[in-house]
Nanobody, 123 residues
Framework: HVQLVESGGGSVQAGGSLKLSCVSSGYAYQSYCMGWFRQVPGQEREGIATIDSNGATGYADSVKGRFTISQDTAQNTVYLQMNSLETEDSAMYYC??????????????????GGQGTQVTVS
């Protein structure tokens, strides 16, 4: 079955950096759209970054220029490098995966998603 496991979150001061990782298994990773979204309790999910099988990336305006999504297809892993973190970036971060027929752009809903997420707290 499909499994996505996020890691790398933590607590940092504003202006700091973190790098999140998401390891995938159970499907043909190389052909999928991968991405990250985040959620703050009581607020709507926000899709923030995507990367497709060709390496093309997309970002929400709120993170553009600060966050970078990348992937290691040999390791079935997608990363999110987060720089210049702001307090507004504090959230639970999840990775998602969608089959290649779907639009690969930042979005809050995914066909598959990580179950636990990883918490990012910026103070």
């Amino acid at each position: 079955h499909v499994q996505l496991v996020e890691s790398g979150g933590g607590s940092v001061q504003a202006g700091g950096s973190l790098k999140l990782s998401c390891v995938s298994s159970g499907y043909a990773y190389q052909s999928y759209c991968m991405g990250w979204f985040r959620q703050v309790p009581g607020q709507e999910r926000e899709g923030i970054a995507t990367i497709d099988s060709n390496g093309a990336t997309g970002y929400a305006d709120s993170v553009k220029g600060r966050f970078t999504i990348s992937q290691d297809t040999a390791q079935n892993t997608v990363y999110l490098q987060m720089n210049s973190l702001e307090t507004e970036d504090s959230a639970m971060y999840y990775c998602g995966a969608d089959p290649p027929a779907t639009a690969c752009r930042p979005k809050p809903t995914w066909g598959y998603r990580g179950g636990q997420g990883t918490q990012v707290t910026v103070s």
